[in-house]
């Protein structure tokens, strides 16, 4: 993996960190106002009137730390330049984002979070350049195969 890459994993990981910081922070300080403009986003205006009470304050306060502790996996992984070249590295990182992406995208579909899906693709979108430009067994740029 070439540094330009490991330092861009590096950047969405610490991006994901800070988002997942937000939403426990969110939940613990019990800030209604901002679950509402969320679950606005995640849900889309008049498709659902979601409750912002204790029950979403917990929800969201989870969904933070689930995120920031998937962010610190993919730090550790990619901080170290000898174990991000490694192609084990490489597939735990695709293998967790597809998996989260195919989850959350049938749970989304399922709640009626329309909005979410978009919201999920933009954060995959963070990850795919440097891990689609990195994949092990890739040929060089301007070579067959």
């Not at 490694?86 to 959350?104: M, Q, Y």
């Not at 009626?112 to 994949?135: C, D, E, K, M």
């Amino acid at each position: 993996m070439t540094e330009f890459w490991r330092r861009w994993l590096l950047a969405a990981a610490g991006i994901s960190a800070a988002v997942g910081l937000g939403f426990a922070a969110v939940a613990t300080a019990g800030a209604t106002g901002v679950h509402d403009t969320l679950f606005d986003l995640v849900y889309l205006p008049g498709d659902l009137d979601a409750p912002a009470g204790d029950v979403a304050s917990f929800a969201m306060g989870v969904t933070g730390a689930v995120i920031v502790g998937w962010s610190m996996t993919m730090l550790m992984l990619v901080r170290n330049q000898s174990a991000s070249t490694l192609p084990s590295t490489w597939r735990a990182l695709v293998v967790g984002l597809l998996t989260w992406f195919v989850v959350d995208g049938i749970v989304s579909i399922a709640a009626g979070a329309t909005g979410n899906l978009v919201l999920n693709a933009v954060f995959l979108s963070l990850f795919a350049p440097p891990l689609i430009a990195t994949r092990p067994n890739r040929a060089p740029v301007g070579t067959t195969s």
